[in-house]
């Protein structure tokens, strides 16, 4: 799959900017490594993709992601294992999603020798940029952006894919509560709430900031017909965890397919634990909460893999879930890194060597 050179132009930086970071204290998505893949689509191709410096480019401000955002990301990681080979994570599950993406939001598919091909070829050139050890990651952001001009209220004939790559570290998100969504909503039947479009986190930024200035850190988003199904956590899947058996959502126009999701329920089901993949109520939640049955919920993303919430508000009141000893959240977190990091054996083919 590595695009070989001829395929794939390739302009080196003349200097790297890696002697400059500051790998022990990484703000998540503020550096950059030293390249970037662009791909241009125009006159209904994409054209040859080129690997260059890092840097800001122009666009006509009448392009059409300015005004009817037609954008949509990825987000992946990298990782290094104690042999210095570098690893990606189920990479054909993004690129089958960020083609889903794009298809909803009328763009051009992304074939797969540009994406997974330059993913690659992108990762080997920026290799001492992913560090070893448990926590350290490559974080990959593909994304597309429509660079059309011209105000008319139509899709773009012209895109740009690119690939930029931002070392992180796993961090310890503080405590997180969360408050049950009563009038906002994240995604509606028909709407765009499946495809990992950029209007759909612009469109959460409002009622976060409410949330937030009442304490909260996330929102846990409802369906939007009756505000009674508990949907995703923030930009996360959510799972909870009533006496022994874990419930997520289906995942469906409202809610996104995430991989890390799908892996901890097979990772779950592994371990014998009961999974029920069923949408639960507010009023299941609020029950169980209260009789004591409701053990944890957690977030599950990519970028914190698994983010324990410590207690949600619905309603003006606030439930707080108890301390345990044995969490599943953490012991299913555990147990996928691993598998990240090659310090467990792979038994579902998941990991792919760059
Ligand atoms: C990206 C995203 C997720 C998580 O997907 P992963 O593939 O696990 O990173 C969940 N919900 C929403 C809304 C997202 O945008």
Known sequence: MLKT???IDIVRATATKINEVDFENLAFGNTFTDHMLVCDFREGQWQKPIIKPYEPFLIDPSAKVFHYGQAIFEGMKAYKDENDDVWLFRPDENLHRFNKSAKRMAMPEVPEDIFIGGLNAILDMERNWVKKGLGNTLYIRPFMIAIGSGVIAQPSTQY???IILS??????SGEVKVIIAEHFSRAAN??????????????QFYPQKLAQEKGFQQIIWTDDATHTKLEEAGTMNVFFRINDTLYT????????????????????KREGIKVEVRSVLVE?????AKDGSLKEIFGAGTAAVVNPIVG???????YELPKLENSFALDLKDKLTKIQYKLAEDTFGWTVKV
């Open 5 to 7: 050179p001829s395929e």
């Open 160 to 162: 740009r894919f690119m």
């Open 167 to 172: 070392p992180a570290r796993s961090y310890y």
């Open 190 to 203: 028909g709407g765009i709430g499946a495809a990992k479009a950029a209007g759909n986190y612009s469109a």
């Open 249 to 268: 959502a289906p995942t469906s126009e409202r809610i996104l397919d995430g991989v890390t999701r799908k892996s901890l329920i097979d990772l779950a």
């Open 284 to 288: 299941e939640l609020v029950n169980a």
């Open 312 to 318: 949600f508000q619905y309603k003006d009141v606030y």
